[in-house]
Structures are given as C-alpha cells and as structure tokens.
C-alpha cells in the first residue's frame, strides 16, 4: 500500500537490516493513520544516520547541524504553530552533541515530538560509544570499554517534568506506532526515546537482545503518577517499553508568547499594522 509520506526511496543510505527502515516505516503509518498530509509537516534533524530520515519524508524537512535540531524545531514551531514539527535523529545528536538543547526544550516545553532513534553507538561515523552506550562495552576506539555511565534520557525527562515520556523498540512495531500517534498528538514536548539497531556497528545490542532485554508496561500503569515513573524511568534490564510519563497540564511554550494571547494566527498570516509599528518605533526615539 502506498503511503503519503514515502520520498525518495531509492536513495536511502542505510545497511540492509537497520532499523531506521522500521522506524521511518512506522513513523510513516502512524501519521498517515492521524490523518496529517504532508504540508502540514516539518521533520527537523541534525547529522547522523537516523538524521537522515528527514530526508526520506514527503513534508517540509530542516536539516541542520549535529546536535542542533532541536532549536530550530522549537523556533519552527513558535513561528507556524499550524505545523506539526518532529525531531528525529540518534543517541549521540539527541543527547550528546545537543544535550543541553534537550534540557532547555523540555524545559520550554516546545511543543515538538523528539524521535530519539537509540543504538546506544555513534553509527555514521562508524562505531564509537555514543551517550546511551552500555559501560564496559568495548568499540574500535574505546578499546578496554566504556567508563562513562550511560545517560538515561527517560530519568531526565522524568527529573525535568517532560510532557510526554516513552521509550519503544522498532522490533514492536504496532507498539511503537501507537506510541508514535499519542506522542505526536500530545500538545507540548514529547521524547519517544526509540531502540533502534545499528546492525553493522553495534554487536551487543542486536535485534534479539533488545527482545531478551525489554518488556511491555503492565495494562494497570498510571504514567501520570510522577514518583512511580521516576521509578520505572531507572528500571534498565529489562527495560520497560510504552508511556512511561505525561503530565499534560502545562501550557506549550508557543502559547505563552504574547504574540499568541489575542491572536492564535502565525505572524504571517496577519496583516502589518504599518501605524503601529510607526508609533512603536517613534516612542523608542530619543528627542
Ligand atoms: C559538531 C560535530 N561534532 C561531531 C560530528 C561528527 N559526527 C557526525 S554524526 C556523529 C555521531 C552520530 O551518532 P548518532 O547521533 O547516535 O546517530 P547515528 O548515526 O547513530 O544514527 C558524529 C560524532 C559532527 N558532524 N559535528
Ligand atoms: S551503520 Fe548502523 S545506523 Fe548506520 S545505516 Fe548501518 S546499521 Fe544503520
Ligand atoms: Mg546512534
């Protein structure tokens, strides 16, 4: 079946097996599925393998520096709030490279949906320890294993009051796409932090050891309830997969700028009050 979203596949430029092909196929269908269209859509990456999805998405697409993706996701969106802006790009842009940017957009709350696509490796430039990387693994640079810990994105988001908090496994497809949709459709920021293999770099953290190493949140789970997802947040084998946190009632950074208290309209779309504008620049004179 085709799908609205699909461009310019034949380019793609991943190893046969990896999962950025599931991610960008589930992405795909989940937004189909929410009935957007592709003008309605910006896909904002910075570099990396999973940077490229962007690429590989009808809709509007920035493509930036690494690390950086996510404040111009912010800043498209305080811009057009018409448009839906999505984040995707790895471990080590998300969290690494552009780790105080993560901090500062939850913190913002940007109303943007940041898909982390997490093979705890820095895939692109050929297998060295990314942020995510288990310690003690051994990778062609750190030859007697990692001695940083790991960062654990969903703890932060957790300790930081994200919006909306979920970790996925591209290996449950269905899962994943229903994650996608509510994260997608939640108004203020969203993390889905995505395990998504990296078969050529990554041998610990393969397809089967994801499967072996996560499991479904219980039916029963309140992901409103901060303190017991604080404490799901540190659970890490195995690790819990679906909503793990939301806390909806805050206002998306977008609304709270005064350019959008009477007038819920992007700036372009209005018209210029040249008077205004004349006074404004006229009371600012020094006589
Ligand atoms: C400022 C800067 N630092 C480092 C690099 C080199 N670099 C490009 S991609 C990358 C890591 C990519 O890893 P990740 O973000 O996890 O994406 P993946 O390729 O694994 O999907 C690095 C270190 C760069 N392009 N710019
Ligand atoms: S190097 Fe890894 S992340 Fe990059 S395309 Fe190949 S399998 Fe995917
Ligand atoms: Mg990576």
């Known amino acids: 079946m085709t799908n609205s979203f699909e461009y310019n596949m034949e380019a793609v430029a991943w190893c046969p097996g990896c999962g950025n092909f599931a991610l960008s196929r589930i992405l795909r269908e989940a937004l189909e599925e929410l009935g957007k269209k592709p003008e309605e859509m910006v896909f904002v990456s910075g570099i990396g393998q999973a940077a490229k999805t962007a690429q590989y998405m009808k809709g509007h697409m920035f493509n930036g520096l690494h690390g950086r993706a996510l404040p111009v996701a912010m800043a498209i969106k305080a811009s057009n709030p018409e448009l839906t802006v999505i984040v995707d ?26 898909i982390s696509h997490d093979n705890q490796i820095y895939g692109l430039t050929k297998g060295q320890a990314s942020p995510t990387s288990e310690k003690g693994m051994k990778t062609p640079v ?10 654990n994105p969903i703890a932060a988001a957790v300790a930081l009051d994200a919006s909306f908090v979920a970790r996925a496994f591209v290996g449950d497809m269905e899962n994943t796409k229903k994650i996608f949709k509510q994260a997608i459709s939640n108004k203020g920021f969203s993390l889905v932090d995505t395990f998504s293999p990296c078969v050529s770099f990554n041998k610990l953290n393969t397809f089967k050891w994801y499967k072996e190493h996560t499991y479904a949140l219980e039916e029963n789970y309140d992901p409103l309830n901060r303190k017991e997802a604080f404490g799901k947040a540190l659970e890490t084998d195995p690790f819990p997969l679906g909503i793990i946190y939301r806390n909806s009632s805050k206002k ?4 709270m700028n005064i350019a959008y208290e009477k007038d819920k309209r992007p700036l372009f779309k209005r018209k210029l009050d040249l008077n205004a504008l004349k006074k404004l620049i006229e009371s600012k004179k020094i006589h």
Request: hydrophobic share 30%; glycine share 16%.
């Open 142 to 151: 750190q030859v007697y294993g990692v001695t940083n810990e790991p960062i």
């Open 89 to 114: 790009s790895g471990d080590g842009c998300t969290f690494g490279e552009g780790g105080n940017h993560f901090n500062q957009q939850i913190l913002r709350n940007s109303d943007i949906t940041v």
């Open 252 to 255: 998306p950074f977008w609304e």
